[in-house]
């Protein structure tokens, strides 16, 4: 049986995970999820292809107090209600975003730890500041296949937050996922469509706690998963039906078929 190992989410893109024990999927995703992010003196997105140690960087946000924590690996702590800007637009991935700076003591902390000028921001709409989907789903099993690949024990095996999967499953066959294109999946009372796999870069080279980089597990990707476009590792998905996810919620894959009606038919 497939069910839900995992649920993650980043209050700040690029900034550490926060495992989730139950969420609500919204059809946009996850509401809290990378609600916070981060722009550079240009107006460009800030992640941790340019900074990889904004792993390190620990957040929480609590929506309904609207009360934002980062805490720095000095311990250092930045926590209490954003004072903000005025609405700007800015790019994420192509897709123009309407969010507002943070003001006050956040740009400058963050920007000494970038060793860069940087804003955080905060996106006016929530479920706005994704990749290419709102939902990632990857299975344990793929990641213990990677890295019995790369010559790992078990014991060795790669941490499956390097991946940040929005969605691990347990209960797969490596690589299971990848058939699920155009497939539902029926997750707690939620339902998500797979529409693309993921195509990894060099994010998941880097230590998850750490941001160093430590392995070339996108090289090794593609050693045994060849792909002249990407090293594509886990699935892409949307929500189409809103519910509520918690870990250990078995999930169902569903593939749709063509209603008999149009069987037959010209296309």
């Known amino acids: 049986m497939i069910t839900v190992a995992e649920i993650n989410i980043a209050p700040v893109k690029s900034m550490a995970l ?15 999820d990378r609600r916070f992010y981060l722009v550079n003196s240009s ?8 900074v990889g140690k904004l792993a390190q960087l620990v957040t929480s946000w609590d929506p309904e107090s609207e ?27 192509g897709r123009r975003v309407r969010g507002r700076a943070l003001q006050g003591d956040w740009m400058q902390a963050i920007s000494d730890f970038c060793d860069q000028p940087a804003v955080l921001m905060m996106s006016v709409l929530p ?30 095996c ?31 009372d939620a339902v998500v469509r797979v529409l693309a796999p993921d195509p ?18 996108v090289r090794s990707i593609l050693g045994y998963r060849p792909n002249a476009l990407a090293g594509y590792f886990g699935m892409y998905g949307i929500v189409e039906k809103p519910g509520a996810v918690r870990v ?20």
């Open 18 to 32: 926060v495992p989730l024990e139950s969420v609500n999927l919204e059809l946009g995703g996850i509401t809290d």
């Open 43 to 50: 107006g460009r997105l800030l992640s941790r292809r340019n």
């Open 67 to 93: 009360q934002l924590r980062i805490e720095f690996p000095d311990g250092r702590v930045l926590e209490g209600q954003p004072e903000l800007d005025r609405p700007v637009w800015t790019i994420i991935w």
């Open 127 to 156: 479920c706005q500041v994704f990749d290419e989907f709102p939902v990632s789903v990857l299975s344990r099993a793929s990641v213990e296949r990677l890295s019995a690949e790369m010559g790992m024990s078990e014991d060795e």
């Open 158 to 188: 790669l941490a499956t937050d390097r991946f940040r999967p929005t969605l691990l499953l347990d209960g797969c066959e490596p690589h299971e996922e990848d058939g699920w294109i155009n497939h539902t999946l029926t997750v707690g």
């Open 200 to 217: 990894r870069c060099a994010i998941v080279d880097q230590h998850p706690v750490t941001g160093e980089t430590d392995a070339e597990v």
């Open 248 to 267: 250990g919620d078995a999930v169902g894959v569903q593939a749709d078929t063509i209603p008999e009606r149009f069987i037959g038919l010209p296309v």
